[in-house]
DNA sequence: AGAATAGTGTCTCTTAGACACTATCGC
DNA sequence: GCGATAGTGTCTAAGAGACACTATTCT
């Protein structure tokens, strides 16, 4: 099998961004509108090429960026405002009508941004509750499209990798400003999962386990209600025994 | 952010596969030693370029057929020999010392193959215990050397995959012949995670999880001491509640 | 006072893990 | 018989889930 790497198939890489968070106790994520065809007009993943000199994860910390203004995690950098992973890619020959390209898709998990759409391009750039994205439902603002190319399908893989995770990882904290409160917390749960959760034993739950909270010493009544202890996110990464998602 | 596709830096873009079964009581993964600079007569992965026409699965496939001739999981396609399933994307600039190459990894989990060195080349491909490619001892089998690339790497992040995906799926399967005992799938979790499990109480476990495993009616006694039921994988894919790792 | 959220205590039921014991083969 | 593996029963400790109860704030 003779390996000549100047004999290739002309290949364009991307990368794709599926941003999610948390805003009005539902999971959003962050949709721009495309200028130009194919799919001109429709709702897509923000994304773009990889440059010739960055590698993978640094593209999608670069377009993060260019976005929103987030900066994303490098690995162990704590003043990161967003965490970054790499999700899969995808490569179908048709995926792009216009040529051979190969997405790379990473997931962002981010806190709710004080400013709603981000840069100044009110207008073709939205958060959007993950269902309407998927599911177009034709409604005023929700267009009856689905998103362009295979990025519906991108995004309900990220969704459900968000799921799982903060399942057995301390991932969730990642929707929620640097100081949280349990009962912020569990709202983050309740609305990636969809479900309602028992805040006496989530709070017994998430303070029994080592390393997931450490105290702040401050308290908060932004919720109002007596007021809550403040924790920032321990140094636990995977959570033994994990967070239990009902119903499943 | 003006769109280009003609204006691309030039990519290749070629899958490389993490191949893993379990022989004699150990986890080996397929290496082939590679004919041409660089990395001449190093241990690498199987891997090659995906063609203009194929998606990223089907050249993983074909790759994989042309290796071992195995033919891998389309999906519910339940004829297939082996479980494939996309592993990551690894893409730094200069992981390859020729040009820009992108290469999306897949892991491939298959059950212990007749024929040790498959294929004519017994000289060119070998499966090895992944410590031994992992950590090179300089034995006389193992050469010092590391893997090629970035090999290493992704092999053990195929091999992590590997050992928390068979924790809450049933894909531990995928290392079994079509019918096997629940010895036999005991050894494979205790090879792949290195550790020993109690056999009484992974009987009682995985017997007793619905989906998990179907008694075909026949018996076997390979093993040697009483003869034991024989089983096929059963339809479930997730189980709930999931194996329990050690030492975790 | 009443409503809201925070936090603790207690009970029950399920399950993991340890391990005694029986069953059925080959030698 | 002896040693191997297969399979069942039993006990204990830990955790999930249900829910009573108290604590502290705001309106």
Request: proline share 11%; glycine share 10%.
């Amino acid at each position: 099998m003779p390996y000549d790497p100047s004999a290739f198939p002309p290949f364009a890489v991307t990368v794709d961004l599926v941003v999610l968070t948390v805003r009005r106790h539902a999971l959003c994520a962050l949709a721009v509108r495309r200028g130009e065809p194919p799919f001109q007009g429709r709702w897509a993943l923000p994304g773009g090429f990889v440059r010739a000199d960055e590698d993978l994860a640094g593209a999608a910390a670069r377009e993060l960026n260019e976005e929103t203004g987030l900066r994303a995690q490098d690995p162990g950098d704590h003043t990161a405002e967003a965490h970054l992973e790499q999700l899969a890619t995808y490569g179908d020959p048709d995926r792009d009508p216009r040529m051979r390209v190969v997405s790379v898709a990473h997931l962002v998990l981010a806190p709710d941004l004080p400013s709603p759409t981000p840069g100044g391009d009110a207008d073709s750039v939205r958060w959007a509750p993950v269902e309407s994205l998927l599911q177009p439902s034709g409604t005023e603002e929700d267009p009856p499209e689905p998103l362009a190319f295979d990025h519906g399908r991108i995004l309900a893989d990220g969704v459900e990798r968000a799921r799982s995770k903060i399942e057995y990882s301390s991932l969730a904290t990642a929707f929620c400003p640097p100081e949280f409160t349990v009962g912020e917390l569990r709202r983050v749960y309740e609305a990636v999962w969809g479900v309602v959760l028992d805040p006496r034993n989530f709070h017994r739950k998430v303070t029994g386990t080592p390393g997931f909270l450490v105290p702040t010493g401050g308290t908060t009544s932004r919720q109002g209600g007596r007021p809550a202890q403040l924790f920032r996110a321990g140094g636990a990464t995977l959570l033994n025994p994990p967070m239990l998602r009902p119903d499943v």
